[in-house]
């Protein structure tokens, strides 16, 4: 069956803790190239039948509504993919 | 500066409480095209530098050791993105 990716990531200014933990953890293991991370999160939402703009339309809406908090997250991807892409 | 993402997602055999609890939440508020959800991480590492080829194995590295329990978690894309990319 079809899925829909639907990324968030917290908005840049706002204050990211658990990158932050990752950012201070990275050096500690040895991993000293990168300046900092952020830590959002991944949805797949299964459609049940094909893809139509309805349905695209109401994975924008679930994003919006109920897998971001508008205040202090961006919906940044909302895309269909392919079977054995990730 | 550039960008690594890493997407780490719960293993297909693994129960996914969070994914349920919105897969049950859907049709609540009206959408009704999706057959289930699975929640998973992204991640965005910020590199000090370019990607050299040591990065990007660096980055390989914190995804399976710091980004993902990897009992219960794929991680299923490390991957640079452009600046306008998501």
């Known amino acids: 069956m079809p899925r829909i990716v639907v990324d968030v ?25 990168f300046a900092g991370v952020r830590q959002g999160k991944r949805f797949e939402l299964t459609v049940d039948g094909d893809v139509t703009p309805e349905v695209l339309e109401q994975a924008r809406h679930a994003a919006t509504t109920l897998l971001s908090n508008p205040v202090i997250e961006d919906v940044t991807r909302v895309e269909v993919i392919e079977e054995d892409e990730q």
């Open 9 to 33: 990531m917290p908005k840049p200014e706002i204050l990211d803790p658990q990158g932050k933990a990752i950012a201070g953890a990275l050096p500690r293991i040895g991993l000293t190239g």
